[in-house]
């Protein structure tokens, strides 16, 4: 099962299969504009066309030299300026990618390392509009812009901003530490992340031409786009490329030690027989790829660590959160938060997940993996106090440990630097997944089939407030005109639900009480 066909069945809401050529999936666009919407920039002139919405559409849009052959783990190169013309009327790329039934954009047909690419949507006749960014998720090792849960249409037609897409290398074209190994690829352990700044820069540079005001530009993304834009505020490379950040389920917790992500790196270039990196950059992508896949777990949610960034003190911080504790990101306002419900996503995979994960807790959680003052059954064990041990529990206790816990202590930490806004989104409608991971995509992007049983004024609520601090740094709007402040000392959480959304004071309190000594041990 796809997350596209379960996100169907589950009532979640519902990409339907007429609406990916609306939205211009897989992989032609309807085009309805006369003209072609040129746009010149230092580095082309883009032809983009006008979608069934009504919205200007520019796709594939090249943000870098493509990262081949001797450019491969290498950071990302700026383009050279040119007078040329381009079709920007289709997606470009994938990056290379395994098949994973958790994310749509690894079943897209074209996929290769030249993925460095960007889209953008634009509905509003007024110019100089806030800039809104989404980085995909797919925990650093598949996903792509081409997903149609991140099509920007929707959202660009009824807002007043303009929407940017991108793409960024993946797995180990993206991180592979082969720092260790070859002092020439020191970066190769978070060029994802390079290639996510390269994005801004271009944006920085070009988004005025297309109507966008490069001062007011928001990063926002969800799961391992979440864990970039947490990264991106505390990266000296990337200061002054936004002003804001929306990070929806993933904190600065989930990276990579040196030390384990070299590990990888050293399998990898054993099972592939070469003796040094040199010979590694004359395989194929293919063989690439396939050296990957043999290395890699077949189970879903199994070893995420081994692809998340590199935190090695050079180019990303040594440790992430305590530099967002010191201030890293001041002046970077926030809205984050979480999904109620985020591990359960993966019981639509293995009926028998939350077994597995409590049997060897550190293979599936990088915070676990990182904590060794006491094993995680002992936490467990501690969190529980009068409560049952039953799998309702630990599901809950797994959820707080791994995400809203983390989630929450960074948004703490920023609020003494910048403004903050906390959300936890609890709508669900299947008994067994709830409120999971993912399950909030449908509805900031408002792709859903109206025949379904989906919340379009939950959209529109949450579209609002996304919007609303884009453009000013304050989420509230018409539909929420007062959303508090988040602070150690006032932690307000906006309940986003279909039923009502309202301000809960210390909401999750006793659990961030109970289990903050796992990231500040």
Not at 249 to 261: A, K, L, M, Q, W
Request: glycine fraction near 6%; hydrophobic fraction near 35%; proline fraction near 4%.
């Amino acid at each position: 099962m796809t997350r596209r066909d379960f996100i169907k069945t589950s009532a979640v809401g519902l990409v339907a299969a007429g609406y990916f050529d609306l939205l211009g999936l897989f992989p032609e666009q309807k085009i309805f504009a006369s003209d072609n919407l040129s746009v010149k920039t230092r580095y082309g002139i883009f032809n983009g066309f006008l979608d069934k919405n009504g919205v200007k559409t520019w796709l594939g849009i090249p943000y870098a030299e493509p990262p081949v052959k001797n450019l491969r783990w290498q950071a990302p190169q700026p383009l050279k300026p040119t007078n040329k013309t381009f079709d920007a009327k289709k997606f470009g790329a994938a990056a290379v990618q395994s098949v994973d039934p958790t994310e749509d954009a690894s079943s897209y047909k074209n996929q290769s390392e030249d993925c460095l690419t960007l889209n953008i949507w634009k509905k509003s006749k007024k110019n100089n509009l806030p800039v809104m960014v989404f980085i995909h998720g797919g925990g650093f090792s598949v996903g792509g812009s081409v997903d149609s849960l991140y099509n920007g249409s929707n959202f660009a037609a009824a807002n007043d901003v303009i929407i940017v897409t991108l793409n960024y290398r993946l797995n180990v074209f993206g991180f592979l530490n082969l720092a260790a190994i070859d002092k020439n690829f020191e970066d190769s352990g978070y060029i994802g992340i390079k290639d996510q700044i390269a994005a801004l820069q271009w944006i920085k540079e070009n988004i005025s031409e297309f109507g966008g005001n490069p001062e007011n530009v928001t990063i926002f993304g969800q799961s391992a786009g979440s864990i970039s834009c947490m990264l991106l505020t505390v990266t000296p490379a990337a200061k002054n490329l936004f002003q804001k950040a929306i990070p929806q389920s993933g904190h600065v917790r989930f990276y990579n030690t040196p030390e384990d992500s070299t590990k990888t790196a050293e399998k990898f270039m054993e099972i592939s027989g070469v003796k040094n990196v040199g010979e590694l950059i004359k395989k194929s992508s293919d063989e690439i790829k396939n050296i990957y896949l043999k290395i890699s777990s077949g189970g879903i949610g199994e070893n995420p660590s081994e692809y998340l960034p590199t935190c090695d003190g050079k180019f990303l911080p040594k440790n992430p959160l305590q530099a967002l504790k010191e201030g890293a990101a001041s002046g970077i306002k926030f809205l984050t938060g979480n999904v109620a419900d985020e591990w359960r996503l993966w019981l639509q995979f293995d009926e028998n997940f939350f077994q597995k994960y409590r049997s060897n807790p550190k293979k599936f959680s990088p915070v676990f993996a990182k904590y060794n003052a006491k094993n995680p059954e002992e936490i467990y064990k501690n969190w529980l106090k009068n409560r049952s041990d039953n799998e309702e529990n630990f599901i809950n206790f797994a959820t707080q440990s791994d995400w809203r816990v983390g989630q929450e202590i960074s948004a703490e930490y920023q609020s003494k630097f910048a403004d903050v806004y906390f959300y936890v989104f609890s709508h669900w409608e299947n008994e067994i997944v709830r409120a999971c991971h993912d399950s909030d995509l449908p509805y900031v992007f408002n792709v859903s089939d109206e025949t379904q049983n989906f919340s379009q004024n939950l959209s529109k609520m949450i579209q609002a407030s996304w919007t609303a601090f884009a453009a000013t740094g304050n989420p509230d709007n018409k539909f929420i005109p007062h959303w508090e402040k988040y602070s150690a000392e006032n932690r307000q959480t906006m309940e986003l639900n279909s039923k009502n959304c309202v301000c809960h004071k210390d909401l999750n309190t006793e659990n961030l009480n109970s289990l903050r000594y796992v990231y500040e041990s």
